[in-house]
């Protein structure tokens, strides 16, 4: 089957819920109305179904190789690179002044959701060196930028973050790699990076490796980080290549999924050391780096929403075209395509909603980003960075999470074929399982969102979403429908249970850590779950006005308050529930002694 973007739902989510029309009266992105909306993504969707979802397949099935230092890519990949970079998709929302286009986040995360959903395997090189390309943008000197983001915003060199290491995976405190500084001003790196998604590949002609490594005697822990650039290919001051840097390729992963994305080992320093240019100020790495994270943190979560949406089109249509058992109700003779069956139709439209709901928070947080980067007033970036800030790991730990459930419930679809890789299926659930992983595990955004978004400021940015949720409460309270009433009565519940546990975390976080954290990710998942639900009865607001008026695409919009409407009653009805084993269940989480596990 193959991928249709959903150009307009992502257009009605611009539109209606991230103000897509106040971003155009930014200084700055004035012809980043709907209009330059409506093109770029229609564009963007016709390449990417027709070169880019092709290639799934193949990349699941004849995945990334590594022979004497080298990878080579699947068949077709460097000539689809190619095409991107052509195109001049890779500088979509990076400035105009180094050969991008400057379009705002809000239109470059839907071109985002719409090239995972193509083909996450080949999207990971391009969001790899989105992140390396805003950490240099930010803490990169100006000769650094001149020489490097021109030939990374033009795809002609691609981009990568190294942190992890064999003995150090999400605490860095224990990164060894060190540096040791040159007379020239550069220095020398020597260790082992792991787990660098396309750390070495054939589809550019440079890579530049964004490394953490210490310099001799650097403070320790993650004080004495610095943030080093170290190009596969060294680069003379007119931009030419020259030798090749003593970093290299060892070997690459055998993965669950995923596998046309090349995930490598490298060893720096083997043959003398692997030269370096020092980004910022030394000891200073982990804050650079981090801008490369949260960056990649919010494409995860675009990630997870791609991923999923391939795997509800997926199942949607062959629920459409499986005939299997006579309908329920006996309202067809013979046997009927399973869509006809009850609980079919609940597996769809849970996948359905769930995505549509995850895709307008993730839409609302770019429009928060934009407004946050580039608003002229100074109070106004503010509130939006802090709104943008609370909704990153919502956005990466949520939608991941469901992605994988939206995944195998697309197993579950296709029943027993399903099972067979042959089908399609299965590429879906296994390629979305890393997504709660990279970038942060779902503890990790928890323990984020725990410490840094609610307890330092004693939960006044998640009150102030609480009280932006109770005016759409006040909004659904005039429509007298019973979908209406339904989002009402679901989101009222949402919102005071998240009020609660808020009120919880601010409170008992100093006093009772232990408890706090071990509701952490439930408490994520009920923030992303409320949060989602918000922007779908947003939504229903904007569809039954409209169909009130007769404005509009009528079945669309009847669609809209039918999705929202489940979302309601199957989705974010599961919010109290959540309450309860935050606020009440912390003890049962350690209750079992250690040696009994």
Known sequence: MSYTAPVKDMLFCMRELASLASIARIPGFEEAGLETAQAVLEECARFNEGVIAP?????????STWRDGHVTMTPGFSQAFAQFAEGGWQGLQHPVEFGGQGLPKTIGAACIEILNSANMSFALCPLLTDGAIEALLTAGTPEQQALYLPKMIDGTWTGTMNLTEPQAGSDLALVRTRAEPQPDGSYKLFGTKIFITYGEHDMARNIVHLVLARVSGAPEGVKGISLFICPKFLIAADGRLGARND????SIEHKLGIK???TAVLQFGDNGGAIAYLVGQENRGLEYM?????????A????????????????ASFARERIQSRAVDGSLPGSVPIIHHPDVRRMLMTMRATTEACRAMALVGASAFDVAHHHPDAAT?????AFYEFLVPLIKGYSTEMSIEIASLGVQVHGGMGFIEETGAAQYLRDARILTIYEGTTAIQANDLVGRKTARDGGRTAKAIAAQIALTESELGKLDQVAARAMHKRLRAARQAFEQVVEFIAGASKGNPNAVFAGSVPYLLLAGNTVAGWQMARAMVVALEQLQHGAGDAAFLRAKVATAHF???HILSKVPGMRDAVVEGADSVTALALDSF
């Open 567 to 569: 979302y309601a009653d």
């Open 381 to 385: 970036r503010q509130q939006n960075q």
């Open 300 to 315: 995860v979560g675009v990630q997870g929403i791609a991923i999923a949406e391939r795997a509800y089109q997926k199942a």
């Open 260 to 262: 046309a994305s090349p």
């Open 55 to 63: 290639l799934n397949v193949d990349g699941d099935k004849n995945p």
């Open 247 to 250: 970093a290299h390729c060892v």
């Open 290 to 298: 981090f801008i490369m994270m949260n960056a990649a943190r919010y």
